[in-house]
């Protein structure tokens, strides 16, 4: 749903774009949006996948009980 909505609002401003100025224009504006999209979903992929790394790592150390320390004698 999201995939078809972003390619819609790409489609539909660089067709308003195309209409106001040049193809070339047009062309540009939609290279531009689908690139920031592209990096946007990867940036939310990326932040996802740390998350669970961080997660995972954080999760394990707190099941380990500490070891007591010994008392000097």
């Known amino acids: ?3 078809a909505t972003t390619a819609l609002t790409i489609v539909t401003l660089s067709s308003l774009v195309g209409v106001l ?3 070339l224009f047009a062309f540009l ?3 531009a949006c689908t690139l ?3 990096l946007g979903v990867a940036l939310s992929r ?3 996948t740390m998350d669970a790394i961080f997660a995972e790592e954080l ?3 707190r099941r380990q009980a500490p ?3 010994k008392r000097a004698e």
């Open 29 to 31: 504006t939609a290279a």
């Open 36 to 38: 920031v999209t592209a």
């Open 67 to 69: 070891t007591p320390l």
């Open 59 to 61: 999760d394990d150390r």
């Open 21 to 23: 100025t040049t193809p």
């Open 46 to 48: 990326a932040a996802r």
């Open 1 to 3: 749903m999201t995939t």
